[in-house]
């Protein structure tokens, strides 16, 4: 005789699940419907003083970017909250950047966000929840006095002074028991039909559509292709520039030396070795400059021993004292680990190249969402700037590539920072 399986219980954990996710968006829809109506009555202060004021010597300016700086931030929160709800996944909220320096580049960020699709697409789902919210308190007050209502023959002598109403009906006390189950049945029923709607208007508000979702991975592959060719034409350039204006010539002057003494071996010994002495050493130092650029093409060490070894390595050859400070929790791909080190190491030569710097200090670290985060800082007179074919250039494309972000802060005066980010897995 067979013993019985028992079934699974994960279609009544799933089940519990729904209904608790259900209750916990009625919860948060009663305090947004609160909440959000003092958050849109701000926005609407903010935005007519600042079109009001706007003329007085520009004041309104300062409420127009309290309006823009509070728009962003109830957007943001309306993603994290609908995601931690429902675990759509949504992406971080992003925060726009022009890109360029100056007021000019100042202004076109300011209007860059203020258009920015995602942001009014969290402001949208917001003023739904907010409504939607409005309609909750009141469906949560009936359901309460409907409860009430199911022990009115109970406490008959308490509830004479009161008035009894469902859905603000009055009612009798003898129908209190049949009103207070209908009360319960509705309001729980259009509270969970609220719930329901709340989750397929957000989704469909805040999750990108399947077409949209193709084409932002089609934008994004094609923006790392490119940042790829163009990190690889940088790459090139600089090599050939490296080998032209270093290794060759040295190599040339060897050669031109080991013919001079070749010419003198017989008839000036003494001169011939002296001249073999000096090719000797003038090899040795384009094998060191072989090594060194053979390094900057990739170093080994980052196979070998992974991105924190190799850090300490490149500290130890800089020519600026660099303070390291490196917390990783495992190793990364090859990819990542590769766009990092290039990232610090051309930082670090730009720092001793242009910046006049006296000090460097170098920090990474492992995010919980699964990125590697490394920042550069000097202390030299700043004014860095991207410039086509440069190495802050290589460095952009190269992290770009890798799917990552870069931030490069670097005002006249000093100091330079650059902040990049790069997926572990990239």
């Given at each position: 005789m ?27 829809l ?59 996944g ?40 907010t409504m ?62 609220i ?74 010994p ?13 090899t ?75 000090a ?67």
């Open positions: 067979t013993a019985a399986v028992p079934l699974p219980a994960a279609p009544t954990r799933l089940r519990a699940m729904r209904i608790g996710r259900h209750v916990g968006a009625i919860a948060q009663a305090a947004v419907g609160v909440v959000g109506s003092v958050l849109f009555s701000i926005l609407a202060t903010f935005l007519s003083l600042g079109v009001g004021l706007l003329p007085v010597v520009g004041i309104g300016i300062l409420f127009l970017l309290a309006f823009l700086c509070l728009l962003w931030a109830t957007a943001w929160l309306e993603y994290e909250r609908v995601d931690g709800l429902y675990g759509y949504l992406p971080a909220l992003p925060t726009r950047r022009s890109g360029r320096p100056g007021l000019g580049g100042w202004m076109r960020t300011l209007w860059q966000q203020f258009i920015d699709g995602p942001m009014w697409r969290g402001i949208a789902s917001a003023a739904i929840a939607l919210g409005l309609a909750v308190l009141p469906l949560v007050g009936t359901l309460a006095s409907s409860v009430v209502l199911l022990f009115a023959p109970l406490l008959e002598h308490n509830l004479a002074s009161w008035r009894m109403t469902v859905f603000r009906i009055p009612v009798a006390i003898e129908w209190a028991v049949p009103a207070g189950i209908l009360g319960i049945v509705l309001s729980l029923a259009l509270l969970a039909g719930a329901l709607l709340h989750a397929v208007l957000t989704r469909a508000i805040l999750v990108p559509s399947r077409e949209a979702q193709l084409t932002e991975q089609a934008r994004t592959a094609g923006t790392q292709r490119e940042s790829a060719v163009r990190a690889g034409e940088v790459e090139r350039t600089r090599i050939e520039r490296d080998l032209h204006d270093g290794v060759q010539p040295r190599l040339v002057s060897v050669g031109m030396t080991l013919g001079l003494a070749q010419q003198k071996i017989d008839t000036d003494a001169a011939a070795k002296e001249l073999i002495d000096e090719a000797h050493t003038s040795k130092a384009a094998i060191t400059e072989l090594r060194q650029l053979a390094r900057g093409i990739h170093a080994s060490v980052l196979d070998d021993r992974g991105l924190d070894a190799a850090l300490s390595a490149l500290a130890a050859r800089s020519h600026v004292p660099v303070s390291l400070d490196v917390r990783l929790d495992d190793r990364c791909s090859r990819t990542a680990e590769a766009a990092v080190y290039f990232a610090i190491a051309e930082s670090l030569t730009n720092a001793a190249k242009h910046s006049r710097a006296a460097a200090r170098v920090i990474v670290r492992s995010r919980d969402d699964g990125t590697i985060w490394a920042r550069v800082e000097d202390n030299g007179i700043g004014g860095a700037r991207v410039l086509p074919g440069g190495g802050l250039d290589g460095i952009v494309n190269r992290i770009t590539a890798a799917g990552g972000t870069s931030r490069l802060d670097s005002p006249a005066g000093g100091p330079t920072a650059l902040e990049v980010s790069v997926p572990c897995a990239s």
